[in-house]
């Protein structure tokens, strides 16, 4: 059987145009792909050119990913997630359905799958779990967090406060080291920041405040960490100054990596 495509077609859910890509063979068992957070449903091209000729695979852009609309509210939480990938089942006929999805896509994937375990047949989770219970633990144990909140957004969990907050990493002293901060635009207010390592400022970030209309992605900012703050040390004090009246940007993600 020779097979065409993929054809993009779209889906209503929540007065928003979905898109997937459907990659034929319609008689096979269906094959749901989900990409993650900053991702898009071609990415899982050289997937399902592979599975095609055993698998119906469809593959969607998440809302406010590739050619998907973006919500006019701002609305990303998961459970919006979760809903969008209901309909897109629901809508299709797909169900009992195998799933693969990655990162943010396998949170979505197992949520859906706890809801509606009736509808899944198979699920393969690729990173989509988050940190483990002892990789949580321990960070929490070496965070300092004055007058911050945790926040959720699109499945990934970070901290903004109004002061500050700090965080213990691990470095080679051996080796150049860079600090890879993840911020994401979406914030509700004016947000500043400045970045210190073991009390020495190595930078600052300032996101606007950004009206509902619009919406991003997350994304990671490096400061070079100059070699003498790591000379002689297993682990450094990373901190986060609130900064000109504001709190500081979410952070959803800190690590220190080799130059």
């Known amino acids: 059987m020779t097979l065409h495509g993929p054809i993009t077609n779209s889906f209503i859910s929540q007065r928003l145009r979905l898109n997937y890509v459907d990659w034929g063979n319609p008689d096979a068992p269906p094959l749901l792909l989900v990409h993650g957070g900053r991702d898009h449903a071609r990415s899982w091209d050289w997937v399902a050119e592979e599975l095609r000729n055993d698998w119906h695979i469809i593959a969607p852009d998440l809302r406010g990913h590739g050619d998907s609309s973006w919500s006019p509210d701002g609305s990303y939480e998961m459970s919006a997630f979760v809903y969008d990938m209901a309909q897109l089942i629901h809508q299709l006929g797909l169900a009992p359905v195998s799933i693969i999805a990655h990162s943010m896509g396998g949170n979505i994937a197992t949520r859906y799958a706890g809801i509606f375990p009736e509808n899944v047949r198979k699920l393969v989770n690729i990173e989509g779990l988050g940190l483990s219970p002892k990789m949580q633990a321990e960070r929490d144990a070496n965070a300092v967090i004055g007058r911050s909140s945790p926040v959720v957004l699109a499945g990934r969990h970070g ?89 500081t940007p979410a952070v959803y993600g800190v690590r220190m990596v080799r130059r």
Do not use: C, W
């Open 159 to 247: 901290r903004r406060a109004s002061d500050y907050f700090s965080v213990d990493l691990p470095v080679d002293p051996s080796r150049p080291m860079v600090l890879v901060v993840t911020y994401h635009p979406e914030e509700r207010a004016n947000r500043s920041t400045a970045v210190l390592v073991d009390g020495t400022k190595v930078g600052e970030q300032a996101i606007p405040r950004i009206s509902p209309q619009r919406q991003g992605e997350f994304f990671d900012v490096q400061y070079p960490i100059p070699n003498g703050l790591v000379a002689g040390k297993r682990k450094v004090t990373v901190r986060f100054e609130a900064t000109g009246g504001n709190e």
